[in-house]
T-cell receptor, first 113, second 116 residues
Framework: GEDVEQSLFLSVREGDSSVINCTYT??????LYWYKQEPGAGLQLLTY?????DMKQDQRLTVLLNKKDKHLSLRIADTQTGDSAIYFC?????????????FGAGTQVVVTP | GAVVSQHPSRVICKSGTSVKIECRSL??????MFWYRQFPKQSLMLMAT?????????EQGVEKDKFLINHASLTLSTLTVTSAHPEDSSFYIC????????????FGSGTRLTVV
């Protein structure tokens, strides 16, 4: 099975908060990432968190990391229609530039008016 | 900063021909770049790690003779799909990461390859 798991779909109303969850299995992960992919486009790095952090906030985005449970979440406050996309979490096991990323399957977020 | 440019964004080719995809780091040097393949509604699958000045490292199950990778400079890696077949049709994405703290992996905009 995959090392990184995500729920596949999330529907949220415009203006509400979205929470996307991710679990990983490798306790040696050093960085955990959230990427956004819009249809036909590449991946846009939203934010990342170092494994010794519990939380990171960047404007409307809040990342929570529970190392004990190997659980990562991304909260999007005041969700807008432009937030509709697929969101991937990913982990890497090294800080070096040649480290590999392991991706989850992606969560399709649909924002309804 | 940390921009990765990928070209072309879309290409259609005939079966049996070869297609080259370029990946450039515009404002940083990348000794290592990564090539991914993404099937519709699926996650990214790492194909190979491209190393500047040396051979690429391919993931298990990826044919190195089919997917030729050249990383001749610190800012350019190319992926050539040789003797393309319809089953090679896919979305190919490259990525790189600037060295140092405070940077994540940056991805190109992807190349949609259609083999007819």
């Amino acid at each position: 099975g995959e090392d990184v798991e995500q729920s596949l779909f999330l529907s949220v109303r415009e203006g509400d908060s979205s929470v996307i969850n991710c679990t990983y299995t490798d306790s040696s992960s050093t960085y955990l990432y959230w990427y956004k992919q819009e249809p036909g486009a590449g991946l846009q790095l939203l934010t990342y968190i170092f494994s010794n952090m519990d939380m990171k906030q960047d404007q409307r985005l809040t990342v929570l990391l529970n190392k004990k449970d190997k659980h990562l979440s991304l909260r999007i406050a005041d969700t807008q229609t432009g937030d509709s996309a697929i969101y991937f979490c990913a982990e890497s096991m090294t800080t070096d530039s040649w480290g590999k990323l392991q991706f989850g399957a992606g969560t399709q977020v649909v924002v309804t008016p | 900063g940390a921009v990765v440019s990928q070209h072309p964004s879309r290409v259609i080719c005939k079966s049996g021909t070869s297609v080259k995809i370029e990946c450039r780091s515009l404002d940083f040097q990348a000794t290592t770049m990564f090539w991914y393949r993404q099937f519709p509604k699926q996650s990214l699958m790492l194909m190979a790690t491209s190393n500047e000045g040396s051979k690429a490292t391919y993931e298990q199950g990826v044919e190195k003779d089919k997917f030729l990778i050249n990383h001749a400079s610190l800012t350019l890696s190319t992926l050539t799909v040789t003797s393309a077949h319809p089953e090679d049709s896919s979305f190919y994405i490259c990525s790189a990461k600037p060295s140092g703290e405070g940077y994540g992996y940056t991805f190109g905009s992807g190349t949609r390859l259609t083999v007819v």
